[in-house]
């Protein structure tokens, strides 16, 4: 494998870039007019322009990419995540024209890119599932018969797709039908398949998943759990490595349920296996991310290792650099996805040029980013500016160091949902471990909570400067003649 076409941009091209280098693999990056300045095109060895700025007209071109491939002796297409990163018939073009694809067969896509046949793969493998069906369903008295079967409060879920689109909350029988017609709309427009399902609504729900590496030599090891909880809309915002509340026997327990999703669907590459986590903790397969998620880097800082470079051992067709009882948890990490939102109006985007852009430093903080200072986030894309990353010896220290690593982080001309993080990390249930899912639900009644963030911050300020000002005047009133002077500086300052 000597030359690598990175099918991404932004700062997981930059990321899957780095390690290139390292392994002295010559890199193509490709971009759109709206990339035409973007970082990771000035970092690889070369570059060609793909198309317009939306993703549709550039990045979702498979025959145009894999034409750039074959023209430019391409062995290998590395597809980051989003795009192309799960598509099956890019995977299988690329197989015809004799080009690597970095990551699973088209074959383990497909069956865990649909839950509805995920499901059915990983049930005879004793991987513990959520009580429901798992056959898509249209006729809604059937539905009803199964959301009574299973009790209320249930979800109805899109068989195909993610990220919350899809599903609806079911709390009582008498909203059941107008829920589910509005579930079909939503998978059907979104997806172009209006298969849905229900099952039962897991209370207190956290949402713990295992990294998992498969070669294709028959081993299969997991890299322990991320913490995912924290999330707006059904998207993750804040990740954690490993998790406060699994004992070292859940976590065996979980890591093995993984390598059996692994082998229901004879996967080969590195994937992520998502879990549900009740009350009780009693934990549940949820689905299977078929490639590298945004949030790999905890994964990397509490182990120590690149899991890009792995992906590409693996890709070469080699042995995964090390067996399960030779991997261990060092440490803690966490990551914050730094996101150009408004937090107070419902994390709405916050499109625009950074004014300012300076990132923080120091001992175990880690920045994945895709922008310099007076770089356009173009609208086009999701609005993430980077990953700020934190490793610390432990979970507490971890907390204190992404805090102080917030505060040294400068950004305007854009808002960010730096303030948001910084709400959650001091937010008492976040700190105990005892949170879910409904984080933001429960706890961030947003424009009230951040403006009392807000305000406390500012009194102890106005504290501090008052007891700097007493002492001041303390001091003249020893030395009568230097009165004016501090007279004039509190009227400056």
């Known amino acids: 494998m000597k030359k690598v076409l990175v099918a991404n941009r932004g700062e997981i091209a930059r990321r899957v870039l780095r390690t290139l280098k390292k392994m002295n693999i010559q890199s193509v990056a490709i ?274 290792l690149d899991l890009v470079e792995w992906q590409i051992r693996v890709a070469r067709g080699e042995e995964l650099p090390l067996k399960q009882n030779e991997l261990s948890i060092k440490g803690h990490a966490i990551e914050i996805r730094v996101y150009a939102e408004d937090s107070l109006n419902n994390f709405t985007p916050d499109i625009g040029t950074l004014d300012r852009y300076r990132i923080p430093s120091g001992n175990g903080v880690r920045v994945d980013d895709a922008y310099d200072e007076g770089m356009e986030i173009p609208i086009f894309y999701d609005p993430m500016i980077a990953k700020l990353v934190v490793f610390a010896d432990s979970r507490s220290e971890a907390i204190k160091n992404t805090l102080t690593a917030i505060d040294e982080y400068e950004i305007s001309g854009v808002k960010t949902t730096l303030d948001f993080a910084k709400f959650v990390l001091n937010h008492e249930a976040f700190i105990s471990g005892n949170f879910d899912t409904n984080f933001v639900k429960h706890y961030f009644d947003s424009p009230n909570l951040l403006y009392t963030s807000f305000v406390k911050e500012k009194e102890a300020l106005d504290a501090s400067v008052d007891l700097i000002w007493n002492k001041i005047i303390e001091d003249d009133k020893k030395d009568s003649a230097s009165i004016p002077i501090t007279s004039s500086w509190k009227l400056n300052n």
Do not use: W
């Open 31 to 304: 971009y759109s007019d709206a990339d035409k300045q973007a970082l990771h095109v000035k970092e690889a060895d070369e570059a060609v322009y793909v198309g317009k700025s939306p993703a549709a007209e550039s990045y979702l071109l498979q025959d145009k990419i894999i034409d750039f491939c074959k023209k430019m002796n391409v062995d290998a297409v590395h597809p980051g995540y989003g795009f192309l990163s799960e598509n099956a018939d890019f995977a299988r073009k690329l197989t015809k024209e004799g080009i690597t694809l970095i990551g699973p067969s088209p074959e383990s896509m497909e069956i865990m890119g649909d839950k509805l046949s995920a499901k059915q793969a990983v049930k005879d493998f004793d991987v513990p599932l959520v009580p429901g069906v798992d056959r898509a369903m249209n006729n809604v008295k059937e539905a009803v018969a199964v959301a009574k079967e299973v009790g209320y409060p249930v979800l109805i879920k899109a068989s195909a797709g993610g990220g919350g689109k899809g599903m609806r909350l079911v709390e009582n029988p008498e909203e059941f039908e107008e829920l589910m017609k509005l579930a079909q709309s939503e998978a059907r427009n979104s997806f172009g398949n209006d298969a849905v399902f229900v099952e039962k609504f897991v209370t207190k729900p956290r949402h713990i998943e295992i990294q998992v590496f498969a070669d294709t030599k028959g081993n299969v090891v997991y890299l322990f759990e991320r913490e995912c909880s924290i999330q707006r809309r059904h998207q993750k915002v804040i990740e954690e490595a490993p998790s406060c509340v699994l004992t070292n026997e859940m976590r065996k327990k979980m890591g093995e349920a993984a390598v059996s999703v692994c082998k229901s669907c004879n996967y080969v590459g590195a994937g992520t296996v998502e879990f549900l986590l009740d009350g009780d903790l009693n934990f549940f397969f949820l689905e299977m991310n078929t490639r590298l998620q945004v949030e790999h880097p905890v994964t990397e800082e509490i182990t120590g």
